[in-house]
């Protein structure tokens, strides 16, 4: 929590084998906005979400790209949001 953040893993919350679905609706129930390299089907998820009117904390999708730059590009968004703009949020 360096810099206000709070990370969950899949693997710290246990949670490597849960499909997408599950991960997504853990994500929901816990308030934490997901990030995933998986567009066409958290794309997907997010639109059923909002056709069904349930709600999700934000999904971002990042490109596959070295860790550190992942984490640069995505702190930019964090930095520029808050959770509650994040809310229902595809990015």
């Known amino acids: 929590m360096r810099r206000g953040f709070s990370v969950l893993t899949t693997r710290d919350a246990r949670r490597l084998h849960a499909t997408d679905e599950e991960q997504l609706a ?3 129930t816990e308030h934490r906005t997901l990030l995933t390299h998986n567009r066409a089907d958290f794309g997907a ?32 968004i964090l930095n520029a ?11």
Do not use: C
């Not at 979400?49 to 490109?63: D, F, M, N, P, Q």
């Not at 949001?81 to 990015?91: G, I, K, P, S, Y």
């Open 26 to 28: 853990f994500a929901a």
């Open 45 to 76: 998820l997010h639109l059923t979400y909002l056709s069904t009117g349930k709600t999700h904390a934000g999904v971002i999708i990042a490109r596959r790209h070295p860790a550190q730059e992942v984490a640069q590009r995505l702190l930019v």
């Open 81 to 91: 949001v808050t959770a509650d703009e994040m809310q229902n949020q595809l990015r």
